[in-house]
């Protein structure tokens, strides 16, 4: 059994136009930049996990996120969670250090964003603000009461239930 034709749509990284109707399937239905993102929940001695609020400026600003950020091009989701972490909160962990949680996959209006979730409960240094973000330190059972991007919210149950 293959790979169905829908899921070939996500896995592919084109843009969204007409012009880019998968042949064979229902008029109307196009495909979209599928963007890769990692993202982490780090978990602090007390069991809180550390949410970032998104920028003004940036889209979705005001939403709080785990933090995280794109994959570059040969980057392995790990080698970019590492790095973002370091340019966004001044801290340093490792790739044993952060274990594969879940996974987002979710349609917004203009791309389709796919994002692995990490848990992470060791790193060195203290995370600071570098990038104009708001942090906070959250209890698993208040996630919920924070507004996050659409992508997010199913993520939460499933770190609840892990914590």
């Not at 109707?21 to 978990?43: D, H, N, Q, R």
């Not at 609020?53 to 970019?80: D, H, N, Y």
Request: aromatic letters at 8%; proline letters at 8%; hydrophobic letters at 45%.
């Amino acid at each position: 059994m293959g790979i169905s034709r829908s899921t070939r749509i996500i896995a592919r990284e084109t843009e969204t136009t007409p012009a880019n109707v998968e042949p064979g399937f229902a008029s109307g239905v196009v495909t979209m930049k599928t963007v890769l993102v990692s993202a982490v929940a780090l978990i602090d001695i007390e069991g809180r996990v550390l949410l970032a609020q998104r920028p003004e400026g940036k889209s979705m600003a005001g939403l709080w996120e785990f933090p995280g950020g794109k994959i570059e091009p040969g980057e392995t989701p790990e080698a970019a969670l590492i790095r973002e972490l370091e340019e966004e909160l001044g801290i340093n962990t490792w790739a044993s250090c952060l274990a594969p949680l879940t996974f987002a996959s979710h349609s917004y209006d203009d791309f389709h964003l796919l994002m692995p979730l990490f848990a992470c409960r060791k790193w060195e240094g203290i995370p600071q603000s570098r990038e104009d973000q708001a942090l906070k330190w959250v209890r698993a059972n208040e996630l919920r009461t924070y507004p996050m991007p659409a992508a997010d919210v199913p993520l939460i149950p499933i770190l609840r239930d892990w914590l």
